[in-house]
């Protein structure tokens, strides 16, 4: 049963920490997103890679936040430094374009910042 | 910009009553439109996906419709196990940069008491 796994799957920290989070999409999906999810503002895309290159980032708050996939097997979302107002719930979600556009998404990391 | 309303926000069924869900959207040439099922503490689940009017899919007690401007997910004798939130997300036929991006509504949370 392939699946998105997501780790760690709570993290909680103080304002000001690195957070790290790490997801290894589904073998053989060659597109992978990475979505924020809050009471507030629903799911909201953050950034997203094909083929390992980034193709928008433009719902990412630059200055802090940067995303990555040094393989075909890993994508990292890091935020530093961390805000509160970062809390929320990341989630990615892996797909295989063009044969389907469909979004797989992983279980998320629940993120706390105090 | 594309935009995707989904309503009501919260829908509460007793067993058996069956109900629709409506997900109302505008986005600049419709590739496609999602489906997905979302449990407390869990990543969205995928349901379906629609591509153009007047397509119909179903699954169980689910049958997703789709027109121009909107999508109705139809539930039909639900159980209380289909307490879950739902949500919409709309795809637009754009570029290679931003051609697989989603754009979600905010859901809405279905409740069916026993």
């Known amino acids: 049963d392939a699946r998105v796994t997501q780790t760690p799957r709570h993290k909680v920290t103080e304002m000001g920490q690195e957070v790290t989070m790490r997801c290894q999409p589904i073998l053989g999906h060659n597109t992978v997103f990475w979505y924020r999810q809050t009471m507030m503002q629903g799911l909201e895309l953050l950034a997203y890679?094909?083929?390992?290159?980034?193709?928008?980032d433009s719902g990412m708050p630059k200055d802090r936040f940067s995303a990555e996939m040094p393989d075909a097997t890993l994508a990292t979302l890091k935020i530093q430094p961390s805000e509160p107002r970062d809390s929320a719930v990341y989630f990615c979600a892996s797909g295989l374009v063009p044969n389907q556009e469909t979004q797989y998404f992983g279980p998320g990391t629940r993120l706390l910042v105090l | 910009e594309d935009q995707v309303t989904q309503s009501p926000e919260a829908l509460r069924l007793q067993e058996g009553e069956s109900s629709s869900l409506n997900c109302s959207y505008t986005?600049?040439?419709?590739?496609?439109l999602f489906w997905y099922r979302q449990d407390p503490g869990k990543g969205p689940e995928f349901l379906f996906t629609?591509?153009?009017a007047g397509e119909e899919k179903e699954k169980e007690r689910l049958k997703a419709t789709l027109t121009k401007k909107e999508s109705f997910l139809h539930i039909t004798a639900p159980k209380p196990e289909d307490s879950a939130t739902y949500l919409c997300?709309?795809?637009?036929?754009?570029?290679?940069?931003?051609?697989?991006?989603?754009?979600f509504g905010e859901g809405t949370q279905l409740t069916v008491n026993p």
């Open positions: 890679f094909r083929n390992r290159a980034p193709l928008d």
């Open positions: 629609l591509y153009s």
């Open positions: 997300a709309v795809q637009a036929r754009r570029g290679e940069t931003s051609g697989s991006r989603l754009t």
């Open positions: 986005v600049s040439g419709l590739r496609g």
